[in-house]
Structures are given as structure tokens and as C-alpha cells.
């Protein structure tokens, strides 16, 4: 108990100024008030320094907080602004010339920084000038919005195109969010002659002779046999079949004529005949070629008026 009294009498004095030894106001209360007011003073700038370290950090949780909604906002924009478009192809070629189909096929390829992206709509211009192009201005068509995830062979639906014009195109997609992507770099193609009247060209042929398709060439004997002589058959008639348009060219073989006569030897072909009722007489060997007249062999090709291509004179192994 008289501790509890002592303690109770020394908080009073110690409030009070008192000298905690007397418990009297002398010199020695002052000393031992000015220490306390120290220690309190200690104490209070240790409280203030621990909630400003704690101020502080909660301060950086909430910006670093912030920062990471930043960022993933920053990452989501650039997901969507990375959808395009690209390597832009009309009739499978990349800004062709000399396109014959008056509905040219348009294809591109989708990129994407996301995986599994994929096209709800396209729109495409084409345009008869870059600048018109550039101006968002597609005078020969303009598709608007296309609900279609096809990015290939795209029939060309607009103005109809007339030969040698050029167009100018781009073309921009939606993803599967709606995003809508940049317009693609500009591509173009060429048209070529759609028309017949268009062709201002003359085919360049080389005329054969008048006398080849008048001229009548006869065969009076034809022999095949060895080159002595002593074994030969007579091949007349089969020559005679070859004759086309009054020339001759057949390729000397056993196949053509018909006849071997003389087996595993050396042969060659002897022909008597009349053209142009001059006559003549021509030996070929096995496996070397027969024209009639000789003439034949300098003519080029000849390109007629309905553009089939042919010989002037053919016969059997003539090209």
C-alpha cells in the first residue's frame, strides 16, 4: 500500500513540477521536467518518421498500382491498332499489268499481333488516281462495309474498266471485337486490250510461192534397198500417198515406207519424179529427211488470216 502511495504522490508531483526526490519545485523538478520534454520530443519525431515511412508506402503501392493499369491499357490499344492488312494481290500478282478479265479478283493477307484473330468485314476502294485514292475516294468502287471473313479472289464489282486504264485500290478489315484497322498501303493493276478493235498489229507471214499449190509434183518410181542395189523394194504407191498439196517431206525410215528390205544394213531411198514438168531424181539415206521440192526446207512458218499456225507444206513426219 505505501508503495501505491508513493507512486500515486509522485505521478501528482510530477505533473505538478514537483522534484521527484522531494517532490518540492527546486532545481531539481526543472532538470527533471526538461528531460522528460526531451524524451517526448524523441519519441513524437520517431512516431513522425514510422507513419511518413508509412505514408510513403502506401504512396508507391497506389502509383505503382496505376502504373500497371497504365501499361496494360498501353498494350490493349497496341493489340488493335497492329490488326492491318497487307500484300495486296489482284489476279494472284502484285500491281500487274495487262489484266484481261474486265471483273479482276482481288486478294490480301490479314495480319494480326493476337493470336487466333480473325475477319468479320472488309472494305475496299479503288480508285482512278492515287490522290483520289488518298482522299478516301473510290470513283470506281467503293464496297462500303462487307460482312465476310473471305480475303481471297474478291470479284472487282464497280464501273466497268476499259482498256489500258489503271486503278489504284487499298483495303481495310474489321477483327473480331469490331476494331477497325488502318487502310492498307495502296496497290494498283493495269488493264490490257479487253477488245478486238483495240489490236492495231498485222500478223508478219511469209507468203509461199504461187507454183507450190499450182505446180503438180509426180512420183514416177520410188526404190528402197541397200546401197548396193541387191536387195530394194518398191515403194511407189506409199510415196505417193505422202504427196500433200503437191510437196513431199517424210522422214526415210522402215516405219514410213513399210518395208525392210534389207535387214541390219545400211539402206537409202531413190526417187524418180516430175514438178513443175521438170524431172528429177533425189537419194536420201535411212533416217535422213525427203523434201520435194528442195525449196521447202529454207520456207519460215506461215501465220494464215484465222491465226492457226501450220506449215506451208506438210507431209507425214513434217512439223
Known amino acids: 500500500m505505501r508503495y501505491n502511495m508513493l507512486k500515486s504522490a509522485d505521478v501528482h508531483y510530477r505533473q505538478n513540477g514537483g522534484c521527484r526526490l522531494c517532490y518540492n519545485r527546486c ?9 522528460e520534454r526531451l524524451e517526448a520530443s524523441v519519441e513524437f519525431e520517431q512516431m513522425k518518421s ?4 508509412k505514408l510513403l508506402r502506401t504512396g508507391m503501392s497506389a502509383l505503382r498500382q496505376q502504373c500497371r493499369i497504365l501499361i496494360l491499357g498501353i498494350v490493349f490499344a497496341a493489340e488493335v491498332c497492329l490488326a492491318g492488312v497487307e500484300n495486296l494481290r489482284c489476279e494472284y500478282l502484285t500491281n500487274p499489268s495487262g489484266i484481261d478479265a474486265t471483273e479482276p479478283r482481288l486478294s490480301w493477307i490479314r495480319t494480326s499481333s493476337r493470336r487466333g484473330e480473325k475477319q468479320t468485314a472488309y472494305q475496299i476502294l479503288v ?5 483520289l485514292l488518298n482522299k478516301e475516294q473510290g470513283d470506281l468502287w467503293d464496297s462500303g462495309k462487307v460482312g465476310s ?5 474478291i470479284s472487282y464489282a464497280g464501273r466497268s474498266l476499259t482498256s489500258r486504264q489503271s486503278c489504284f485500290w487499298k483495303v481495310r478489315i474489321w477483327d473480331g471485337d469490331g476494331n477497325c484497322s488502318r487502310w492498307s498501303a495502296i496497290g494498283q493493276w493495269q488493264m490490257g486490250l479487253l477488245h478486238g478493235e483495240d489490236w492495231s498489229a498485222k500478223w508478219v507471214t511469209a507468203q509461199a510461192p504461187a507454183s507450190f499449190s499450182t505446180a503438180r509434183l509426180i512420183i514416177h518410181r520410188a526404190t528402197y534397198g541397200d546401197e548396193k542395189g541387191e536387195d530394194a523394194a518398191d515403194v511407189t504407191s506409199t510415196l505417193a500417198s505422202y504427196v500433200k498439196q503437191n510437196c513431199l517431206t517424210l522422214v ?3 516405219k514410213t515406207l513399210g518395208a525392210d528390205p534389207a535387214h541390219n544394213r545400211a539402206k537409202h531411198l531413190r526417187v524418180d519424179y516430175e514438178f513443175e514438168g521438170q524431172p528429177g531424181t533425189r537419194e536420201v539415206r535411212e533416217n535422213e ?10 520456207l519460215p512458218y506461215s501465220e494464215p ?8 507444206c506438210h507431209g507425214n513426219g513434217a512439223v
Open 252 to 254: 526415210v525410215n522402215n
Open 27 to 35: 532545481g531539481g523538478a526543472r532538470t527533471f521536467l526538461s528531460a
Open 127 to 131: 480508285a482512278s488516281s492515287r490522290d
Open 289 to 298: 529427211t525427203l523434201m520435194i521440192p528442195e525449196e521447202l526446207a529454207r
Open 50 to 53: 514510422r507513419d511518413g515511412r
Open 305 to 312: 488470216a484465222d491465226k492457226k499456225r501450220r506449215a506451208v
Open 149 to 153: 471473313g473471305e480475303s481471297s479472289q
